[in-house]
């Protein structure tokens, strides 16, 4: 199967003559399809927006910021504003925790522009006043990475360095355009011209970019101005590098009650975590890790046997130190590190790592990572963020995710987190299809929804949950995913820093296939929910019980009911509309002579419109 993936300079129309092809082979082939983000739908609830820093607020020397302490908006101490995104999760083999992420997108994650080809001004990161009066030479440093796990800028793409004169004119004093994912790159000015050398000097990093989405990334770590030449030289520093400190086998989150009474499944008997040792020799590190519960009460400490483990971290060579991997002891986890509280639905956990080095007081801020770890409702393979999207463009296509289920009980919905794009797949209809696995792949369908479609919010992380109408008890391993009925693409959020291809299955009509696309690494963010529902949901269900509609399938007459007079509409799953006519509170509608197959049956009353499959035997 010929398999291509889009990328955002292809949707810019950049090449009119391989668009057609693409389009042409588009028509041809069934394909999984790959796309960068339009939107960011992190920013809205990883925190508020802050307000802007008041230009009278002076910072001395040294100036330092690795991005280790904050998430979403940059730090309003040191900034001014707030335009780049503050994440752990796009950089590759960063400095240390956190990165600057700049993009084509707005302060609040939306695309700056609505024309796909729009190119431009893009985000800035301003630093508040600095006295530098006072300095005849101060140095400027910041580590620079392209792309990492978001979209390559091309070469009109441009990261700048500006400073502001005494004449408070922004000068560029340095600049790059986009180039290929590399590692990152350290970048020093010498800034010495008395024009600079003023009581409200600032300075700014600044990006041109396709502004019409989350497009042309640059990742910022790192950044110092000193006016010590020895501290704009030191690079030595062991930090922390990655956020990930799971205990659990496989899954970020399952239900707690599952969980607790079956620890043996679902807890890992390892936790690994990445450090990266920026010195030129092997360091010494002790490292502890400490466990509270939601009262901030300490329920767990490691090592058990005192206060700390001692261990020796070769210099970074490319790849960043394992505890798993490259340690002669990993990290042990003990199935009592989350004390036993069976009468809670959902529960949570603090776990603080740390590490005691010789950095500077500088860099320590990296030494200490926090990590939540949840127990909600669900189960989640995903670290809850997307950093790409994925669908496919097949009419009747299906898409199955492996879940294990050791724990007997009634999955009540799925949580999906779309991912919306150019193309409008709102009104693209798909059901939610729960199979059984046999040898590892999806087999026999235990369960499919009414129509569904795709809905985009800010709740629950960017996941909305569909509620499924008759509920249904599981145990052992399942396959979730959805059937769709139109070959419009509906974009998942596709999790890239977690990879579980192997779970991941697609069926374009021609048998079950792991899903191994050249850029599909990654996990697709569907989530099976267990127990009490959310506010929301149970709305929706109230909603999505109103109207009645039996026998379905059916070979002659389906019955309908409201509580209200309602119209109805029904069409063909290509979309032909073969039907039409307003309804009474009750009524019956003759199927006898449609063709077998799949419609669906639209409702509107004055409350609200409801879609369902009906399917003609």
């Known amino acids: 199967m010929l398999i291509y993936i889009l990328n955002h300079h292809y949707l810019m129309m950049k090449n009119s003559l391989f668009l057609i092809i693409m389009c042409f082979a588009f028509n041809m082939y069934s394909q999984e399809v790959v796309k960068p983000l339009v939107y960011n739908s992190q920013l809205s609830q990883k925190v508020k927006k802050t307000k802007k820093i008041q230009q009278n607020l002076n910072i001395s020397l040294p100036f330092f910021d690795d991005f280790s302490q904050y998430l979403g908006y940059p730090n309003p101490v040191l900034w001014h504003d707030n335009d780049v995104f503050v994440n752990r999760t796009y950089p590759v083999n960063p400095i240390n925790i956190g990165v600057a992420t700049f993009d084509g997108l707005d302060s609040i994650g939306h695309p700056r522009a609505i024309n796909e080809t729009a190119h431009g001004s893009a985000d800035y990161l301003t630093s508040n006043r600095i006295q530098l009066s006072t300095y005849s030479k101060v140095y400027l440093s910041f580590y620079l990475q392209s792309t990492g796990l978001g979209n390559e800028p091309e070469s009109n793409d441009i990261f700048y360095l500006e400073l502001l004169d005494s004449t408070l004119v922004w000068q560029t004093v340095w600049d790059t355009m986009g180039y290929a994912l590399s590692d990152f790159k350290k970048i020093t000015y010498t800034i010495d011209n008395p024009v600079f050398l003023h009581d409200d000097f600032q300075f700014r990093f600044h990006n041109k970019a396709t502004i019409s989405g989350n497009f042309d990334h640059w990742h910022l770590d790192n950044v110092l101005l000193t006016e010590s030449s020895l501290l704009s030289d030191d690079k030595e520093d062991v930090a922390f590098v990655y956020e990930k400190s799971n205990m659990l086998n496989f899954y970020t989150a399952i239900p707690w009650k599952h969980f607790d009474q079956n620890r043996a ?353």
Not at 411 to 428: C, M, P, T
Request: charged share 20%.
């Open 265 to 617: 499944a679902y807890m890992s008997n390892t936790m690994d975590s990445w450090l990266r040792n920026n010195y030129s020799t092997p360091q010494s590190v002790d490292y502890r890790y400490d466990i509270f519960d939601q009262n901030n009460t300490l329920v767990f400490h490691y090592p058990s046997t005192g206060p700390t483990r001692n261990d020796e971290i070769p210099v970074f060579n490319g790849t960043n130190y394992s505890y798993s991997e490259n340690s002669i002891a990993a990290i042990t986890v003990n199935n009592a590190a989350f004390p036993t509280s069976l009468n809670l639905d959902r529960n949570d956990f603090t776990i603080v790592q740390s590490i005691a080095t010789d950095d500077s007081e500088l860099f320590k801020a990296n030494d200490t990572l926090v990590f939540t770890q949840f127990f909600e409702n669900y189960y989640a393979l995903d670290d809850g963020t997307a950093e790409a999207s994925y669908g496919i463009n097949a009419s009747g296509g299906k898409v199955a995710m492996l879940f294990n289920i050791s724990e007997q009980d009634t999955l009540k919905a799925v949580q999906i987190h779309f991912e919306q794009n150019y193309e409008d797949a709102s009104g693209v209809a798909f059901s939610i299809t729960l199979w059984d696995s046999q040898s590892g792949e999806p087999s026999d369908i235990l369960y499919q929804s009414q129509i569904f479609y795709p809905e985009y919010t800010n709740l629950k992380n960017g996941f909305f949950e569909y509620v499924l109408e008759n509920p249904i008890v599981v145990s052992s391993s399942i396959f979730v995913g959805w059937e769709q009925y139109y070959d419009d693409i509906i974009n998942v959020g596709l999790d890239k820093n977690t990879i579980n291809n192997s779970r991941m299955f697609y069926n374009l009509g021609g048998g079950w296939n792991n899903s191994d696309c050249a850029d599909c690494d990654g996990t697709w963010m569907i989530r099976p929910v267990f127990g009490n529902l959310s506010d929301l949901s149970n709305l929706l269900e109230n909603k999505l019980t109103e109207f009645s509609i039996y026998p379905n399938p059916s070979s002659d007459k389906v019955n309908l009911e409201h509580k209200e007079v309602f119209s109805l509409v029904v069409y063909t799953i290509s979309g032909q509309r073969v039907l039409q006519r307003p309804i009474s509170q009750y009524h019956s509608i003759d199927v006898n002579s449609f063709p077998k197959g799949v419609y669906i049956l639209e409702m509107t009353s004055k409350a609200n419109t409801t879609r369902e499959k009906l399917i003609v035997e």
